[in-house]
């Protein structure tokens, strides 16, 4: 299974981004894609996850609200849509797949892809 997630850049605050997960190699066997970010000096953070063969979606509650998780299995692709943010919210994002696993802990999930840098101006 690879994982590649893609979408971040140079923003302002108050500007929204949508960050796309594209998954190869087995999205079939999935269970939940999840994605989180790391910020230097800070520990990985959980953000949002999605079971992968429903509509069922867990969120940090700090995010709660300003950031949405989606998905469209037919290109085996998952979302993560952030509003109205901060230079709080810069960080490298990334997202993670769970054959077995939903939930906010970064051990649950087996497959991580190459994140994607988000840097929100002030």
């Known amino acids: 299974v690879q994982l590649q997630a893609s979408?971040?850049?140079l923003v302002q605050t108050g500007d929204s981004l949508r960050l796309l997960c594209a998954?190869?190699?087995g999205a079939f066997s999935a269970y939940a894609v999840a994605w989180f970010r790391h910020a230097p000096g800070k520990e990985r953070e959980f953000l949002a996850a999605i079971k992968w063969t429903s509509e069922t979606t867990t969120y940090e509650d700090s995010v709660k609200g300003r950031f949405t998780i989606s998905k469209d299995n037919a290109k085996t692709t998952v979302y993560l849509q952030m509003n109205s943010?901060?230079?709080e919210d810069t960080a490298i994002y990334s997202c993670?797949?769970?054959?077995?696993?939903?939930?906010?802990?970064?051990?649950?999930y087996n497959y991580w892809g190459q994140g994607t840098q988000v840097t929100v101006s002030s």
């Open 7 to 9: 979408g971040g850049g």
């Open 23 to 25: 998954v190869s190699g």
């Open 96 to 108: 993670a797949l769970s054959k077995t696993y939903f939930g906010p802990r970064v051990p649950g």
């Open 85 to 87: 943010l901060t230079p």
